[in-house]
């Protein structure tokens, strides 16, 4: 049976090179998303061209109706959802606001975690009773290592309020939601993917998003009884997996 892949946020950057080894490497029938149909389609397009298996789909994580519309389209059309990568993120840090706890707007912190974290918790709430219900499911989530609580007052990062907080966010909903899972053959896990050539890494980032998709595709296919509820740094940097602290 062939798996189906769903990749939020993937007509471009990380989501887009996810996506594509998915394809290429796994054999998986990977579903592109976004909020730009249009968008998600000319890059499906181009994964046709290179004869992959995928489906475009719209899907704006932050708004709940189209969350629930997009997986019923999918439960419909699939029977079945086998992998979940939330990867769809915004980060407000070149804000010279956010460099400072007295300068960061409020209503900045708000969206960031409402599309960092929020939204991740309303797509498992979509995703996970498909999975349960086939007794499988791999949940990938991309955070930053700038998210590690425990290395915040020695790491040399900006501030970046907004952006860490919704990734420490993040990365607490992941832990949560793999204590309610374990037991079963659903594993959800973190990882950082380093710094990227993407529109949010900008040009001087040291590597590109393919690269910064390889530990993406580790936890996309662990096998029955592999981690969960594990932060993991990119393996480029240390030749294999590598857990970070929380
Ligand atoms: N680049 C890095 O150096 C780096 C480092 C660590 C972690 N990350 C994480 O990697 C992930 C991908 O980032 P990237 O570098 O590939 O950035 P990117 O090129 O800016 O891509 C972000 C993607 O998320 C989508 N998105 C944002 N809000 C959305 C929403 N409400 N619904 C659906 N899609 C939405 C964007 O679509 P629109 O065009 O419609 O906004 C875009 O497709 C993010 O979670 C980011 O935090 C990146």
Same mark, same amino acid.
């Given at each position: 049976?062939? #798996?189906?892949?769903?990749?939020?946020? %993937?007509?471009?950057?990380?989501?887009?090179?996810?996506?594509? #080894?998915?394809?290429?490497?796994?054999?998986?029938?990977?579903?592109?998303?976004? #909020?730009?149909?249009?968008?998600?389609?000319?890059?499906?397009?181009?994964?046709?061209?290179?004869?992959?298996?995928?489906?475009?789909?719209?899907?704006?994580?932050?708004?709940? %109706? %189209?969350?629930?519309?997009?997986?019923?389209?999918?439960?419909?059309?699939?029977?079945?959802?086998?992998?979940?990568?939330?990867?769809?993120?915004?980060?407000?840090?070149?804000?010279?606001?956010?460099?400072?706890?007295?300068?960061?707007?409020?209503?900045?912190?708000?969206?960031?975690?409402?599309?960092?974290?929020?939204?991740?918790?309303?797509? /498992?709430?979509?995703?996970?009773?498909? /999975?349960?219900?086939?007794?499988?499911? #791999?949940?990938?989530?991309? %955070?930053?290592?700038m998210a590690s609580l425990r290395g915040i007052p020695t790491d040399y990062y900006p501030l970046a309020l907004s952006y860490r907080v919704s990734k420490i966010a993040l990365n607490g909903i992941v832990s949560l939601v793999a204590k309610e899972l374990a037991g079963t053959d659903i594993l959800i896990n973190a990882y950082s993917p380093g710094w990227l050539k993407t529109d949010m890494g900008g040009p001087d980032a040291p590597f590109t998003a393919h690269e910064g998709a390889e530990t993406a595709i580790y936890l996309a296919t662990l096998p029955t009884g592999g981690p969960s509820g594990k932060f993991y740094a990119e393996m480029r940097k240390f030749g294999g997996p590598i857990e970070l602290q929380w």
């Open positions: 049976m062939q #798996r189906i892949a769903l990749v939020t946020g %993937s007509y471009k950057g990380l989501g887009f090179a996810i996506a594509e #080894r998915l394809a290429k490497d796994e054999g998986m029938k990977v579903i592109l998303s976004g #909020r730009d149909l249009a968008k998600v389609q000319e890059s499906a397009a181009r994964m046709i061209k290179d004869d992959l298996s995928v489906d475009a789909i719209e899907l704006d994580v932050d708004q709940q %109706s %189209s969350v629930e519309s997009a997986i019923a389209t999918l439960e419909q059309k699939y029977g079945h959802i086998d992998l979940l990568v939330n990867n769809a993120g915004v980060n407000p840090s070149y804000d010279p606001t956010e460099q400072s706890f007295l300068t960061v707007k409020t209503k900045t912190l708000g969206e960031t975690i409402n599309t960092n974290a929020t939204a991740v918790l309303t797509m /498992m709430q979509s995703v996970v009773p498909l /999975m349960k219900k086939a007794g499988y499911g #791999r949940i990938v989530n991309v %955070s930053t290592e």
